[in-house]
């Protein structure tokens, strides 16, 4: 685990160019108020993302893989 915090906008593209999922920092944002994000801290007024939380809110919202559209049923 790095210790290095990144402001929303490094998360958000943190997890479009790195994890190849795109996020807007105003849907993190979003998510900070209404549930359902990545787990974050406060720094004074700002919102700081650990990559590792970053990687496993990201794996928890994939599905598992699939072959058909049949299979999500």
Same mark, same amino acid.
């Given at each position: 685990m790095t210790d290095t *915090? !990144?402001?929303r906008r &490094? /998360? /958000?593209e =943190? !997890?479009?160019r790195e994890r %190849?999922?795109?996020?807007s920092w105003t849907t !993190? &944002?979003?998510w900070a108020t209404t549930g359902g994000g990545p787990? =974050?801290?406060?720094? %004074? !007024?700002? /919102?700081? *993302?650990l990559t590792d939380d970053l990687d496993a809110w990201a794996e928890a919202k994939l599905s598992a893989p699939r072959h058909s559209t049949s299979e999500a049923a």
């Open positions: *915090y !990144l402001d &490094q /998360a /958000a =943190y !997890l479009t %190849g999922l795109r996020v !993190l &944002q979003k787990r =974050y801290r406060r720094f %004074g !007024l700002r /919102a700081v *993302y």
